[in-house]
């Protein structure tokens, strides 16, 4: 848990948070990953369905028009 990770993790659906500094609860979600193959796939698909919507082309060109919209009204 530091510098943005809260913001770019939904926690326990595209990954965990573990507090900082804590090798156990570390230890821990990865022995909860290494136990289940599904749990992975699954936090894999929701990782992959964030960044698309967060990241993906169609997002960044609806972004890039705002910008050029608001810099136009100016």
């Known amino acids: ?3 943005g990770t809260r913001e770019a993790i939904d926690e ?3 990954g965990f948070v573990v507090p900082a500094r804590s090798p156990q ?3 821990d979600r ?3 990953l290494i ?3 599904q749990l992975r796939a699954q936090m894999g698909r929701c990782s992959r369905r964030r960044v ?3 990241f993906g082309l169609e997002r ?3 972004l890039t ?3 050029f919209e608001e810099a136009a009204r100016a």
């Open 1 to 3: 848990d530091a510098g």
């Open 12 to 14: 326990g659906r595209t």
């Open 25 to 27: 609860a570390m230890a």
């Open 30 to 32: 990865l022995q909860t």
């Open 35 to 37: 136990g289940s193959a």
């Open 52 to 54: 698309e919507a967060l």
């Open 60 to 62: 960044n060109t609806e």
């Open 65 to 67: 028009a705002q910008v």
